[in-house]
């Protein structure tokens, strides 16, 4: 057997694959002999059938099968004997095999694209600056925090006058088509311009009114007509609503029987000890996406200053290959930008994992998985109620979706440990800002 490996550039390259008949034929008489002691052949007792007849009936079929065998294992022993490190899979040049002759020929040669990655350097210094953004929790912030869990265990209530701030629920019918469904619109939700012509309606009223003129959105479309989004995106024209009903939420009290319902019995006695915990509680939830976005600036950070060249014309092709040319040039053209951000982080973080001897064991994989689980049933108070199933809990959804699960939460701790190093050897900095200017920056 004789395997080369055709470097075009450092970046792409060919594997060349030449077989004789001492690398195949001994693996094919072999398995020439198995088939004749297991065929069950019309006119031969079984296990007396001659390799002639074996070789006439399969004998192609089965030199195909045990070269294609030679073919991947020889292939990998080769990347791994010679450590080479591959972006995606070799594609094998199917049109350099198409006039093969299984029956006579002999001697076979086959091809296998590869796209390679380049040595590179990257930089996890204090070179590296990035800024933390930590969101200002200010008395406008909170109030409406408060407020939004006032509506939530608010009261509901059918006042028979909709304002602004009402819903209303109703059988909408858009003219020209059979869709006629009951739902309730959310005059907060629809556009400021069309929000006049429902503002004074009563029960039993009827408006007509342009659909996309009201709603923008296609969600609110396809809930309206509960329909799928695809098919809400076509839907336009005028709408007749016939009014059912007026809802309205009345916020509830500041009392301590909302206390108990928001933060559990007897947690907090006043309403200064209840706007204590929801600012605690709110500034955790800014400080995990404060932790998000600086994450994501880091990526971006060491993506941009991480020079590493890449073989695009093979990933694009092996991006096609491998989903069964599924994936137009077109599709692949416009999200390659995407792609190629995510192989290049990849390959920062796998170098770093290499470089700072990171890893993670079982233990950590199943602590994490017990965590979640845990918060998922509503925290350590509710856990207690499950504790003596927990570890059985935790080990059916590790062992769930084939490991998939367990992979995931892997991969989770991989990657936290991969950041926790780059954050304590880059220079963060800090900068607080409202909440509307995070937004800006989380959605830029």
Same mark, same amino acid.
């Given at each position: 057997?004789?395997?080369?490996?055709?470097?075009?550039?450092?970046?792409?390259?060919?594997?060349?694959?030449?077989?004789?008949?001492?690398?195949?034929?001994?693996?094919?008489?072999?398995?020439?002999?198995?088939?004749?002691?297991?065929?069950?052949?019309?006119?031969?007792?079984?296990?007396?059938?001659?390799?002639?007849?074996?070789?006439?009936?399969?004998?192609?079929?089965?030199?195909?099968?045990?070269?294609?065998?030679?073919?991947?294992?020889?292939?990998?022993?080769?990347?791994?004997?010679?450590?080479?490190?591959?972006?995606?899979?070799?594609?094998?040049?199917?049109?350099?095999?198409?006039?093969?002759?299984?029956?006579?020929?002999?001697?076979?040669?086959?091809?296998?694209?590869?796209?390679?990655?380049?040595?590179?350097?990257?930089?996890?210094?204090?070179?590296?600056?990035?800024?933390?953004?930590?969101?200002?929790?200010?008395?406008?912030?909170?109030?409406?925090?408060?407020?939004?869990?006032?509506?939530?265990?608010?009261?509901?209530?059918?006042?028979?006058?909709?304002?602004?701030?009402?819903?209303?629920?109703?059988?909408?019918?858009?003219?020209?088509?059979?869709?006629?469904?009951?739902?309730?619109?959310?005059?907060?939700?629809?556009?400021?311009?069309?929000?006049?012509?429902?503002?004074?309606?009563?029960?039993?009223?009827?408006?007509?009114?342009?659909?996309?003129?009201?709603?923008?959105?296609?969600?609110?479309?396809?809930?309206?007509?509960?329909?799928?989004?695809?098919?809400?995106?076509?839907?336009?024209?005028?709408?007749?609503?016939?009014?059912?009903?007026?809802?309205?939420?009345?916020?509830?009290?500041?009392?301590?029987?909302?206390?108990?319902?928001?933060?559990?019995?007897?947690?907090?006695?006043?309403?200064?000890?209840?706007?204590?915990?929801?600012?605690?509680?709110?500034? /955790?939830? $800014?400080?995990?996406?404060?932790?998000? *976005?600086?994450?994501?600036? &880091?990526? @971006?950070?060491? #993506? +941009?200053?991480? =020079?590493?060249?890449?073989?695009?014309?093979?990933?694009?092709?092996?991006?096609?290959?491998?989903?069964?040319?599924?994936?137009?040039?077109?599709?692949?053209? /416009?999200? $390659?930008?995407?792609?190629?951000?995510? *192989?290049?982080?990849?390959? &920062?973080? @796998?170098?770093? #994992? +290499?470089?700072? =001897?990171?890893?993670?064991?079982?233990?950590?994989?199943?602590?994490?998985?017990?965590?979640?689980?845990?918060?998922?049933?509503?925290?350590?108070?509710?856990?207690?109620? $499950?504790?003596?199933?927990?570890?059985?809990?935790?080990?059916?959804?590790?062992?769930?979706?084939?490991?998939?699960?367990?992979?995931?939460?892997?991969?989770?701790?991989?990657?936290?440990?991969?950041?926790?190093?780059?954050?304590?050897?880059?220079?963060?900095?800090?900068?607080?800002?409202?909440?509307?200017?995070?937004?800006?920056?989380?959605?830029?």
């Amino acid at each position: 057997m004789d395997i080369t490996l055709d470097k075009k550039t450092t970046t792409e390259g060919f594997i060349k694959i030449k077989l004789i008949p001492g690398d195949y034929q001994p693996k094919v008489d072999e398995k020439v002999k198995e088939y004749a002691q297991k065929a069950n052949i019309k006119g031969f007792r079984r296990g007396k059938v001659p390799s002639g007849v074996i070789k006439k009936l399969y004998g192609k079929s089965i030199k195909a099968e045990e070269i294609n065998h030679i073919l991947s294992h020889s292939l990998n022993d080769y990347i791994k004997e010679n450590k080479i490190q591959l972006l995606g899979d070799p594609i094998p040049e199917l049109e350099k095999t198409q006039n093969i002759d299984w029956e006579t020929q002999t001697e076979f040669e086959f091809e296998f694209a590869i796209g390679m990655v380049d040595a590179f350097k990257y930089d996890v210094s204090d070179k590296v600056k990035v800024k933390r953004h930590i969101i200002n929790l200010d008395d406008k912030a909170l109030k409406s925090t408060v407020e939004d869990i006032r509506m939530q265990y608010g009261k509901m209530i059918n006042p028979d006058i909709a304002t602004a701030d009402d819903s209303v629920y109703g059988e909408f019918k858009l003219a020209g088509t059979d869709r006629e469904n009951d739902a309730v619109l959310d005059l907060k939700k629809i556009d400021k311009k069309g929000l006049k012509k429902f503002t004074g309606l009563k029960k039993d009223d009827t408006l007509t009114f342009d659909l996309r003129t009201v709603i923008k959105d296609d969600e609110q479309v396809a809930g309206l007509f509960a329909t799928a989004m695809e098919e809400a995106k076509n839907l336009s024209g005028e709408v007749t609503l016939t009014v059912k009903n007026i809802n309205r939420v009345e916020p509830a009290e500041l009392n301590q029987d909302l206390f108990d319902k928001v933060l559990g019995k007897d947690q907090v006695k006043s309403e200064k000890e209840f706007m204590d915990k929801v600012k605690t509680s709110v500034q /955790k939830n $800014y400080d995990r996406e404060s932790e998000y *976005l600086l994450n994501r600036d &880091i990526k @971006n950070a060491l #993506i +941009e200053k991480t =020079k590493i060249d890449t073989p695009d014309a093979f990933l694009k092709r092996w991006l096609q290959y491998s989903n069964g040319e599924k994936l137009t040039t077109d599709d692949i053209e /416009k999200d $390659y930008e995407f792609y190629l951000k995510d *192989l290049k982080w990849n390959l &920062i973080g @796998n170098r770093i #994992i +290499e470089d700072f =001897k990171i890893k993670v064991d079982n233990e950590e994989v199943t602590e994490t998985a017990r965590n979640q689980i845990i918060n998922q049933l509503g925290g350590p108070s509710v856990a207690d109620v $499950y504790k003596e199933q927990l570890d059985g809990i935790v080990q059916n959804y590790l062992q769930a979706e084939n490991g998939k699960n367990y992979v995931s939460i892997y991969n989770q701790v991989k990657d936290d440990k991969i950041m926790k190093v780059i954050q304590e050897n880059i220079s963060i900095s800090e900068k607080k800002v409202d909440l509307e200017a995070f937004k800006k920056l989380a959605n830029g």
